[in-house]
Every structure is written in C-alpha cells, then in structure tokens.
C-alpha cells in the first residue's frame, strides 16, 4: 500500500516539475539563475522568499511538503536543482554516496558541531549545512489548561498522522522520544544509525509504550489516520480545533500552525507526561539540510549567505524559526527563549530525529510500522519490527551510515 501511494506522488511530482508549478522568482519575467527546492510552502514559503529577495541573487523557489520525492524525480530526469534543503540529512548521504553533491567548501559545517553537522565515514564532511533547527521533545499545550505532572492518557493527546508528503513521521517521533528518554542517547544514537536491532529488547520496550498508549483508545487513534498534523487548512492547529484534545507533542515550528493563537501556546519537556515516566535524559531535535546539486559559483554564494549570521537573524525576525549557529543571539519573548535555550544548553544531549538519519528504505519502513501499530494498536509489536528489521538487513554493505547524530554533555 505504502509503495503504491509512493508511486503515484512520484508521478504527480514529475508532472508539477514539468508543468512549473509551485516556483516563484523575484524581478518579474527575468530567467533566475539559481533554482531552490525546498519544504516551506504558503507563509513559510513567503518568509523564506523574503529573506532570499535581501540577498541580491536571482533565484527560483520551488515549495514542497514531499521534498524527497520531487527531489528524486528531477535527479532521476537528470534537471536536480542548483541547491537542494531537505527536512533530515538521510537521502543527502544516499546523494554523496553516488558523487551527486557539489562541496561547500572547507569550514562551512565547522561551526555547528555535534548533532548539528553529523558525518558519514567514507564521505566528505562539506557536503551539506543546516539551515533551520527544531527543538522536538515537547509538548504545547494551552496556557489556560496547564498540563499535568504525570503521563497522560490518550484522550489528552492531539494526534494526526496526515501530510501532503510521507505520514507516519509525527508518530515516529513518539518513538523516537520514548526510545531517547528509556534507553538514553548512546543507545539512542546506535540505533538511529543502524547500529542496534530494531528487535532489541529497549528498541521493543519503547514502542511498547506507545502502543500500550494507543491502546487505550483504539477509536481515537484510528482517527488520527485521517487528520493532517497541521489541522484544517486555514484555521489554528489541533491545539485549537475545539475536538477536546489538550496536549501536543510537536515540535517548536508548530507555533506557525497556530497562527493569530500561537501567543495563547506554552511549552514544556515531554518526560513527565509520556508514558514512560519523568526523566529527561536527551532532547530530540531536527533540522532542514541544504546541499548543493549544482556547480555554479552563483548557487555557493548564495548558500554561503544564506547561513550568515545577517541572514539567518533575518529568517528568525520574520519567521520565528531558530537557527542551530550558535553565534546567532537568541530571539525576544518568552516562548522563543525557552526553545533557544534548550537548544543550546550543553549539559542535556541533543540528538537528530532518527528517522531523518536514516536510508530512505529503512525510514519509509519505519513509517508504514507507525502507521499500522495506530490502525491497530493490539498486534504484536515484535511482529511489526521485524519487519522493519528484515528492510534494514537487505541494506547493501556499502550503505553509508551516519555518526554523531548526539551531541556529548559538556
């Protein structure tokens, strides 16, 4: 089912490359000279375009929620964009393995450090930046219903599974968190990159939990198959759809979901209201990664400023988004101190959402598992790794794997 649905949005995407859709470029009827791909699309887009306009260079913008798809159609009809920003470093280390990266050039990552410029043993270190962090490990909720100081049972829980792109992520981030905050970052980090079973006994525990969660409510869980993570088009997430759910765990850009009500949102650290209990041993982040598939001088510059200081504090004025270089001051108001201090608070761990670590076979299995321990939250959870396990055993030896997607205490 899962590789159906992949095909058909494969196909949709080489018919929008062809046709031009979704692309937007300053000056009018002038031929840009730089192509983008991107995943902000709508305001997010408008606020990234902004931010490009003050940088002089003619580009063309193309917005996307299923990014690593259109990115494989345009690389597989041999027309990859001139800079390529994806939600997660995975495919990008597919991308280097082949030689289809361009390098940034020596000391372009060399500021960010651990999880925020992970490597790859056998690949060149400057062939992809951050460009936009995300604190996960969270949860919003409304500052006129505080949350409790215990785990919470399902009913609490806003929980959609829709995108216009690959669903099953806002799941995989409950596994993701439960698995850092049960088994630690080290293990965290070893099982993110292929390292440990998706069998092992804390890997099972983990998504035990979770499942038990769902469980509890199996109705309630099944409709969050049917409802998009952002809430209804236009409106203010689920956070403030008034169907009774009181907690979110999203990460820090789901503030732009909420919109005109975002003010009226508070965060605080998932531990103590998942269902594995109250202690904070890691937070899990992400961030979006450009690379460069093309060779022009003009496409490198741009990205060189595109990461500056100027440019990034650009980003976050007009956008609230936060950036993962720590020589970027930390942005006015409460909230979005709170995120930049977690952010960069050297003695919790920081480590990379794992299934944006991960090759993209073992991601979209990891996914289709999600998705159906939600359709059915009673089956044997072993029977759903293995088989996920079975997907990264037929990795070819030469697969490429991440390192140091966990940042060290310090």
């Known amino acids: 089912m899962m590789l159906r649905a992949r095909a058909v949005l494969l196909v949709l995407c080489l018919a929008l490359a062809a046709a031009g859709c979704g692309l937007?470029?300053?000056?009018?009827?002038e031929q840009p000279k730089v192509t983008i791909l991107g995943p902000w699309t709508d305001d997010q887009q408008a606020q990234?375009?902004?931010?490009?306009?003050?940088?002089?260079?003619?580009y063309t913008y193309q917005g996307t929620a299923a990014t690593r798809e259109v990115l494989l159609a345009a690389v597989q009809a041999g027309n990859p964009p001139d800079i390529a920003i994806l939600p997660g470093v995975g495919d990008l280390v597919e991308y280097a393995a082949e030689k289809?990266?361009?390098?940034l050039g020596k000391g372009a990552g060399a500021k960010y450090g651990r999880p925020w410029q992970p490597e790859a043993e056998g690949i060149k270190a400057d062939l992809?930046?951050?460009?936009?962090?995300?604190?996960?490990?969270?949860?919003?909720?409304?500052?006129?219903?505080?949350?409790p100081s215990r785990p919470a049972p399902l009913t609490s829980w806003c929980i959609g599974m829709g995108d216009d792109g690959a669903s099953g992520w806002p799941g995989s981030d409950w596994i993701e968190d439960l698995m850092l905050q049960t088994a630690g970052p080290v293990l965290y980090e070893r099982w993110a990159t292929g390292d440990l079973s998706w069998t092992d006994a804390r890997v099972v525990h983990a998504w035990s939990l979770w499942a038990g969660l769902l469980a509890q409510a199996p109705d309630t869980a099944r409709r969050a198959l049917l409802d998009d993570h952002r809430g209804e088009p236009g409106k203010h997430g689920l956070l403030f759809d008034d169907k009774g759910c009181v907690l979110e765990h999203q990460g820090s850009f789901a503030r732009s979901f909420y919109r005109d009500r975002s003010g009226l949102a508070a965060f605080t650290d998932s531990a103590a209201l998942l269902p594995s209990g109250p202690t904070l041993k890691g937070r899990e982040v992400s961030a979006d990664f450009a690379a460069l598939f093309g060779d022009s001088g003009q496409a490198r510059d741009l990205l060189t400023r595109l990461t500056s200081r100027p440019a990034q504090e650009e980003w976050g004025r007009r956008a609230g988004v936060f950036s993962p270089d720590p020589d970027v001051p930390a942005r006015k108001g409460t909230v979005e101190k709170q995120i930049s201090g977690r952010l960069t608070d050297q003695r919790v761990p920081l480590c990379l959402d794992a299934s944006d670590v991960m090759p993209a076979a073992v991601r979209d299995a990891f996914y289709e598992a999600v998705l159906l321990t939600i359709a059915d939250p009673?089956?044997?959870?072993?029977?759903?790794?293995?088989?996920?396990?079975?997907?990264?055993?037929a990795q070819p030896d030469h697969t490429r794997r991440l390192t140091g997607v966990c940042s060290r205490p310090q």
């Not at 289809?100 to 390098?103: A, D, E, S, V, Y």
């Not at 992809?128 to 949350?147: G, Q, T």
């Not at 009673?378 to 055993?393: C, E, F, H």
């Open 24 to 29: 937007a470029a300053p000056g009018g009827g």
């Open 128 to 147: 992809w930046v951050p460009l936009k962090a995300d604190l996960k490990s969270i949860v919003w909720y409304r500052k006129d219903r505080p949350p």
């Open 100 to 103: 289809r990266l361009r390098p």
């Open 378 to 393: 009673g089956a044997p959870v072993k029977t759903r790794l293995d088989d996920v396990q079975r997907v990264q055993n």
């Open 48 to 58: 990234f375009q902004a931010v490009l306009d003050t940088l002089g260079t003619p």
